[in-house]
């Protein structure tokens, strides 16, 4: 089914083309980065929808499935920057479970999701297979930390300004809007400790001004 074109669609059709010139076969990896609250879930979703107009495979994941236990998440603490980014997600088990069985494509199971946040346990496993072409989408933050950076083919960077994100945070699950507020700072904090560690805007192939979510554009880098 083809999508009614906005402005929105436009783009993520052109950033389509330029995956599929380089990637026609095979198993591809995406990842859709950016801060929370900067719409990395609906721009995966929208760009898999956009891949369905040209028939082609598309699974869609995100980091949020792969948590750690909370008594691992905050051991240092509720507060911790530190603790959100080096102790929030089970990359070992995002590689063992849904990487690793999709590169090797033929009759190999994938699992899409491989913790319950809210239950605080492994869930029970979403396996799938799919065609040995196919593209996985992964959505979420950190995702151009550097014992991921070498799994993706293609990656986003989405840039959303600090205030407008956690306007969007405050709107969609009662997050204090203010960026500075005591609340957030294990999310500022950590945020920050990855900016130094990983410059990922510097690291996507491409750079996603998505400020205004109806009307997202391509932003080019000063290679300089």
Same mark, same amino acid.
């Given at each position: 089914m083809r999508l009614v074109t906005t402005p929105r669609v436009d783009l993520l059709r052109e950033l389509r083309a330029e995956i599929l010139h380089n990637y026609r076969v095979g198993r591809v990896l995406i990842a859709v980065d950016g801060?929370?609250?900067? $719409?990395?879930?609906?721009?995966?979703?929208?760009?898999?929808?956009?891949?369905? /107009?040209e028939d082609r495979a598309v699974?869609?994941?995100s980091i949020d499935d792969f948590h750690r236990p909370?008594?691992?998440?905050?051991?240092?603490?509720?507060?911790?920057? /530190?603790?959100?980014?080096?102790?929030?997600?089970?990359?070992?088990?995002?590689?063992?479970?849904?990487i690793e069985p999709f590169r090797m494509a033929g009759s190999?199971?994938?699992?899409?999701? $491989?913790?319950?946040? /809210?239950?605080?346990?492994?869930e029970e496993a979403r396996w799938a297979t799919g065609p040995k072409d196919a593209f996985l989408l992964v959505d979420g933050v950190f995702l151009h930390r550097p014992e991921l950076r070498g799994l993706w083919h293609y990656s986003v960077w989405l840039d959303v300004p600090v205030d407008e994100a956690y306007r969007r945070l405050n709107e969609s699950i009662g997050a204090d809007r203010r960026p500075d507020a005591a609340s957030n700072a294990r999310y500022v904090g950590g945020q920050a400790l990855?900016?130094?560690d990983a410059a990922p805007r510097g690291q996507a192939s491409v750079v996603i001004d998505n400020a205004d979510?109806?009307?997202?554009?391509?932003?080019f880098l000063d290679s300089c």
């Open positions: 801060i929370s609250g900067s $719409g990395t879930a609906a721009f995966a979703d929208d760009l898999a929808e956009v891949f369905r /107009e699974f869609r994941a909370r008594e691992d998440r905050y051991s240092r603490g509720r507060d911790s920057g /530190e603790g959100y980014y080096s102790d929030s997600f089970d990359y070992s088990l995002f590689r063992r479970v849904l190999a199971g994938f699992q899409l999701a $491989g913790f319950d946040e /809210e239950r605080n346990t492994g990855y900016t130094i979510e109806a009307h997202p554009t391509r932003s």
